[in-house]
Nanobody
């Protein structure tokens, strides 16, 4: 079982920046193939934000939702089992609860395919 703990959420003005962090702790030995972020705004479905996979300890592949491409950057450390989301040029529509996700086998834009979820951290962007 993998436990994910997020940090870094908060309130920021439009155009500002925030960095979210997530650390995974494994109670049993296991490989994490991919980590990423989803978000859910009030009254809306949970949506994919960004995710990455590793190879040889370095980021091998990163995927972004079109709505955040060019503004958000995902990075991580496979050995430390951490992933960060640098969010720049934030917009009010980025307001949501952001969830860290991890999976031992796959990276997907589908929420139901991820095995492990954090509790979420709130991001609020004021106009």
């Amino acid at each position: 079982q993998v436990q994910l703990v997020e940090s870094g959420g908060g309130l920021v003005q439009a155009g500002g920046s925030l960095t979210l962090s997530c650390a995974a702790s494994a109670r049993t030995f296991g490989t994490i193939y991919a980590m990423g972020w989803f978000r859910q705004a009030p009254g809306k479905e949970r949506e994919f934000v960004a995710a990455l996979t590793w190879s040889g300890g370095r980021t091998y592949y990163a995927d972004y939702a079109d709505s955040v491409k060019g503004r958000f950057t995902i990075s991580g450390d496979n050995a430390k089992r951490t992933v960060n989301l640098q969010m720049n040029s934030l917009k009010p529509e980025d307001t949501a609860v952001y969830y860290c996700v991890a999976d031992p086998q796959r990276l997907s834009r589908g929420a139901t395919t991820w095995s492990y979820w954090g509790q979420g951290t709130q991001v609020a962007v004021s106009s």
